[in-house]
């Protein structure tokens, strides 16, 4: 149960486009197209973005979006406001009923 | 308003035992899965453990498995921890979360989390 591997920091300017990965292994990530993220503002309580890789839950701006390609995740950010500086926690179901977090990306808008 | 409320956190020495509380309104509680999910002070989110729906299945990560029981009373929408031999890197706020309609796609909504601290 091997934490998920997430940049520690990324940044970008309003209205550019960021990325955050996540890296995990064939047992988790890799394995299962049920990759979540979360953001987390500070002093709150974590926010779904995105589940099943690439659903976007109701209320979810279309700016975010997931994708996966082997053992890694994505969420990109695009057309950044000010208001999506959060710290950004990805998750992957990883078999036997377990789930595993990465570590967070704090995301910067500049 | 959906809604999952924590209580029960607290100050506890090592060694020592506490459980928390989750109380759950705004939706059909016993339709859905529960988690515990954790977070050290300036650290990032932990898993902690997951019961289905009816409270006949419950998993746990193995830094808790053995320390820690999860269960569930549909009848009062509430869902437990209960946490023994604790340790000091067992300080963290708390959270419990409902597992999306589909169970293992994720955790759609959050309660605001209860603060353990365990030292002497």
């Known amino acids: 149960q091997s934490a998920l591997t997430q940049p520690r920091s990324v940044s970008g300017s309003p209205g550019q486009s960021v990325t955050i990965s996540c890296t995990g292994t064939?047992?988790?990530?890799?394995?299962?197209?049920?990759v979540s993220w979360y953001q987390q503002l500070p002093g709150k309580a974590p926010k779904l973005m995105i589940c099943d890789v690439s659903k976007r839950p109701s209320g979810v701006p279309d700016r975010f979006s997931g994708s996966k390609s082997g053992n890694t995740a994505s969420l990109t950010i695009s057309g950044l406001q000010a208001e999506d500086e959060a710290d950004y926690y990805c998750?992957?179901?990883?078999?036997?009923?377990?789930?595993?977090f990465g570590g967070g990306t704090k995301l910067t808008v500049l | 308003e959906v809604q999952l409320v924590e209580s029960g956190g607290g100050l506890v020495q090592p060694g020592g035992s506490l459980r928390l509380s989750c109380a759950a309104s705004?939706?059909?509680?016993?339709?859905?899965?529960m988690h515990w999910v954790r977070q050290a002070p300036g650290k990032g989110l932990v898993w902690v453990s997951r019961?289905?729906?009816?409270?006949?299945?419950?998993n746990y990560a193995d830094s808790v498995k053995g320390r820690f029981t999860i269960s569930r009373d549909n009848a009062k929408n509430t869902l437990y921890l209960q946490m023994n031999s604790l340790r000091a890197d067992d300080t963290a706020v708390y959270y419990c979360?409902?597992?999306?309609?589909?169970?293992?796609?994720?955790?759609?909504?959050w309660g605001q989390g209860t603060t353990v601290t365990v030292s002497s």
């Open positions: 064939s047992s988790d990530v890799g394995g299962y197209n049920y």
């Open positions: 998750c992957s179901f990883a078999g036997t009923y377990t789930w595993v």
């Open positions: 705004g939706f059909t509680f016993s339709s859905y899965w």
């Open positions: 019961i289905n729906s009816d409270g006949s299945s419950t």
């Open positions: 979360a409902r597992a999306t309609i589909f169970g293992v796609s994720g955790m759609d909504v």
